[in-house]
């Protein structure tokens, strides 16, 4: 009885061990924490807001610059997402959509860590708001 009693207790502790690293292995992903955004962003106004004739090269600036990382539908499951160290959230989440276009516009020409800056890359103002502008759609 009492050598039952081990290899079930050493049964347990295997089994609690395999459930430990299941948990702790793949969580090598940091969440980013809020943002802290520059107030003159937070009010900053999209000049181009409700312009239709610029989802085309919204779409095709996003498709060129972001998509990498976001991935076509801005799910946060771009073919370079899984070598980040950050967790991307998904553009299409509530939480996301609900922050202002001056706050969308920090958070995708500014940057931090790993969510790169664009200021140089991207550097027309039309074409910066196509993008937030085509961000808007991916609900
Ligand atoms: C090299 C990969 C990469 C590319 C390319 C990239 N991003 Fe990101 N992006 C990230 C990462 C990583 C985060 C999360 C950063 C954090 O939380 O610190 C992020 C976060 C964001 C957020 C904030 C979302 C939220 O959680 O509130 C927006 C908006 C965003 N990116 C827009 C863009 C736009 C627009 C482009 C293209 C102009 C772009 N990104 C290109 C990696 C990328």
Redesign the pocket.
């Known amino acids: 009885m009492k050598t039952l009693k081990n290899i079930f207790l050493g049964l347990s502790l295997i089994f609690a061990g395999i459930l430990l690293a299941a948990f702790t292995l793949p969580q090598d992903k ?4 809020p ?1 802290e955004i520059p107030a003159k962003y937070k009010t900053m106004k999209n000049t181009y807001k409700d312009d239709a004739s610029l989802m085309k090269v919204g779409k095709m ?2 498709t060129k ?6 991935g076509s539908k801005g799910e ?1 499951n ?1 073919p ?2 899984k070598s ?6 998904s ?1 299409k ?1 509530a ?2 959509q609900a ?1 202002s276009d001056g ?2 516009y920090y ?3 500014i ?6 800056n ?1 200021e140089k ?2 550097g027309d103002d039309e074409d910066r708001w196509a ?2 502008n085509y ?1 808007r759609t991916l609900k």
């Open positions: 940091k969440i980013g924490g943002w600036l996003y610059h972001c998509k990498s990382c976001h946060g771009g370079k997402a980040m160290k950050t967790e991307i959230r553009l989440m939480e996301v922050q706050i969308l958070q995708s020409f940057g931090r860590d790993e969510m790169p664009y890359k991207i993008i937030i961000l």
